[in-house]
């Protein structure tokens, strides 16, 4: 089977990474705070809301004594597969799939900050995600995926402080927790009976990050952030269900134990990101916004899902392949100042691609 369906599973696995990973492309997420109007440029040195923890927990020195940062975003996206050519062996499957892009993408960051006269802050972050996709019948791809289904949440807790009037330090560490669960379809060479494969697996891991914001005048604020890689090593189950005939209960206990169910496992080591932003004030009304942010993709390589159960256990249930490379993104923005209580905010960024060619799509 060519590359193009086997691809359509992995950006829904690694999205599991996604909380509270700041990266570039792949399957990030950027929906934290108000920068989305600014496509995030000058996300490390703004510092404008609670939501600043996320991008540069320095930032936090620049907060009013109380501030709360909330929001909900959702996000509708399409995935379509057009077949150009793909060899599909025996695998007697057919059709396109449809969108499978029909769920809704949603999350829901919130930060909390708190200035204190000798210049720290303490905040929490509880940020919320989710993602689902799922291929309509008939789908040529249903032995790689037919549904994903992953939500996470992240905790955050940071602290800043304020060394001098020019120069602020902040550093946090992340809990995060990822339920995922996986949809495919087995058994389906030649006239052998139909065999669903729900994979459900979960695990929490810790991850950290640091900051510095430099104010060089009132008007130009400079800002630096690292996050740290995450090692997830996921367990669960997989439950492998007939369809109903006696030939396919009996094809789902051959692939799993007794009642077709096994225990599995797989790592995932999501990438660390750095970010270096800036802004610039030109006016009362105009102010400027740049960034440039590196994410490691190249720590995902290949996700193994190992059988830890059953007459199998030991093999590998699926490969999928991955072999991303390290990307930039560059982004640059503008705020105006229409009125104290009405702001415009402009954007453009260039995102890269993990994805280091055809081959590998």
């Given amino acids: 089977m060519s590359h193009k369906i086997s691809m359509k599973v992995l950006p829904a696995l690694l999205l599991a990474g996604l909380s509270g990973t700041a990266g570039a492309s792949g399957f990030q997420l950027l929906e ?26 320095a930032g936090m020195t620049q907060l009013q004594a109380r501030e709360v ?21 025996a695998f007697n499957l057919a059709g396109d799939g449809g969108d499978a892009g029909a769920g809704l993408l949603f999350r829901m960051p919130i930060s909390r900050g708190r200035s204190t006269r000798i210049s720290t802050l303490a905040w929490e972050l509880a940020d919320l995600s989710g993602n689902a996709t799922k291929y309509d019948e008939p789908w040529i791809g249903s032995a790689q995926s037919d549904e994903f289904d992953i939500k996470t949440i992240n905790i955050n807790p940071s602290i800043a402080y304020r060394v001098n009037d020019m120069v602020s330090l902040g550093a946090g560490v992340s809990w995060q927790k990822i339920e995922a669960d ?23 891991a810790w ?34 269900r007939g369809d109903g005939s006696p030939a396919g209960n009996a094809t789902a206990n051959a692939l799993g134990n007794a ?31 740049g960034d440039i942010s590196w994410t490691g993709w190249s720590s995902i390589k290949n996700v ?22 390290d990307t930039y993104r ?12 009405l702001k415009f905010m402009f954007g453009l960024a260039y995102d890269q691609t993990p994805v280091k060619n055809a081959s590998t799509v």
């Fill in 207 to 240: 991850g950290w990050n640091l900051g510095a914001l430099f104010t060089l005048s009132p008007a130009t604020k400079v800002g630096v952030s690292y996050r740290s890689t995450i090692q997830y090593h996921t367990d669960g189950k997989v439950k492998l």
């Fill in 32 to 57: 934290q705070g108000s920068g989305l109007g600014n496509a995030y440029a000058g996300s490390a040195a703004k510092a404008n809301d609670a939501s600043t923890i996320f991008w540069n927990p």
């Fill in 304 to 325: 193994d899902i190992i059988r830890t159960s059953g007459p199998l256990t030991g093999q590998t249930a699926q490969v999928l392949e991955a072999d991303f490379q």
């Fill in 69 to 89: 940062s909330g929001g909900l975003t959702a996000v509708r996206p399409s995935f379509k597969f057009d077949d150009d050519g793909s060899q599909v062996g």
């Fill in 259 to 289: 009642g077709g169910r096994s225990d599995v496992k797989a790592d995932l080591e999501v990438p660390d990101t750095f970010i270096l932003s800036v802004t610039q004030k030109l006016s009362d009304r105009w102010e400027m916004l």
């Fill in 330 to 341: 560059v982004a640059l923005g503008a705020n105006y100042a229409y009125s104290d209580a």
């Fill in 182 to 204: 996986y949809y495919r379809q087995v058994g389906i060479l030649g006239n052998l009976p139909r065999v669903e494969s729900h994979m459900s697996i979960s695990d929490d």
